[in-house]
């Protein structure tokens, strides 16, 4: 599969980013910076292992894993067939 085939549609990507809005728990987290403490720009959450937003991050979770390898593993995957 080719990687580019995981860019979603805009229609796509904004449902995808209003599911993950809506259904992750968000957090954010703070950092010593010399002799204060301040809030990190950005906002974090975890995708649970059973897929909130329609089966989109398991389809690109899965082309992704087709693509690269495993740190794990020192050879990439094999590709699947057309």
């Not at 805009?10 to 980013?17: A, S, V």
């Not at 990190?40 to 089966?55: E, F, N, W, Y």
């Amino acid at each position: 599969m080719e990687l580019f085939r995981l860019i979603p549609s805009p229609e796509t990507g904004g449902r995808l980013f209003d599911d993950l809005e809506r259904s992750l728990t968000w957090r954010s987290e703070t950092r010593r910076m010399y002799d204060h403490v301040v809030a990190t720009p950005r906002l974090l959450a975890s995708v649970p292992a059973a897929d909130v937003c329609a089966g989109i991050l398991d389809a690109m979770r899965a082309a992704l894993s087709l693509a690269t390898p495993s740190p794990r593993s020192p050879t990439p995957p094999a590709r699947a067939s057309p």
